[in-house]
């Protein structure tokens, strides 16, 4: 399973959409890019995932490059309650190996 | 639907008790897999199994047993607790094979305080 790398913290003004990058630059053909959040302490919640085409769901979007190294995930409109740790995983099947993940903050 | 169902939510233990995290999955997933998260730090995987009667070693599997006798249940064991065992425990499953790229699915975590 490929490494990823994410910015540690991120802010966000609610309202606004929220874009938020992962690099995955050794990931391999089969490996899917997987995005899920955690809110306080809750168990992890899946919020979408691709292996090369942009995807779109009721709660996200998530754009990947051509050359599959780097993906964004995007909340159209971030309000309070997508403030969570965001993380970014990419898998070829098993195992899920978190990273530290992206902190969020949706602030009025 | 259940969904994923690990019990108990919160436990105190002395160090040397011995004691069992349960999952249980009501959606007929193969895989099945066990994380632990400390304060300020992402999931790290101990154990995961690809079905009943197989399982195997993640990243820090040191202090812990896990066996597969049912799809549906995958018990995770302390034997002789450690306070560096102190942490939130969490229990994922998911599909294998041809749909494995499916997302897999959390619990709610337990919470383990070892004294």
């Known amino acids: 399973d490929a490494k990823t790398t994410q910015p540690p913290s991120m802010d966000c003004a609610e309202g606004r959409a929220a874009n938020l990058p992962c690099n995955h630059s050794?990931?391999?053909?089969?490996?899917?890019v997987y995005w899920y959040r955690q809110i306080h302490s809750q168990g992890p919640q899946y919020i979408i995932h691709?292996?090369?085409n942009n995807e779109t769901n009721e709660m996200a979007s998530l754009i990947i490059t051509e050359d599959r190294k780097s993906s964004t995930l995007i909340l159209p409109h971030a309000t309070l309650r997508d403030t969570a740790v965001y993380y970014c995983?990419?898998?070829?099947?098993?195992?899920?190996?978190f990273g530290q993940g992206t902190e969020l903050s949706v602030k009025p | 639907n259940a969904g994923v169902t690990q019990t108990p939510k919160f436990q105190v233990l002395k160090t040397g008790q011995s004691m069992t995290l349960q999952c249980a999955q009501d959606?007929?997933?193969?895989?099945m897999s066990w994380y632990r998260q400390d304060p300020g730090m992402g999931l790290r995987l101990i154990h995961y199994?690809?079905?009943?009667?197989?399982?195997d070693q993640g990243e820090v599997p040191n202090g812990y047993n896990v066996s597969r006798s049912t799809t549906e249940d995958f018990p995770l064991r302390l034997l002789s607790a450690a306070p560096s065992q102190t942490s939130v425990y969490f229990c994922a499953s998911g599909y294998t094979g041809g749909v494995s790229n499916q997302p897999q699915h959390f619990g709610d975590g337990t919470r383990l305080s070892i004294l």
């Open positions: 995983i990419s898998r070829g099947g098993g195992k899920l190996i």
């Open positions: 199994s690809v079905g009943a009667g197989i399982t």
């Open positions: 050794t990931i391999s053909g089969n490996e899917y």
């Open positions: 691709g292996l090369k």
């Open positions: 959606m007929n997933h193969e895989y």
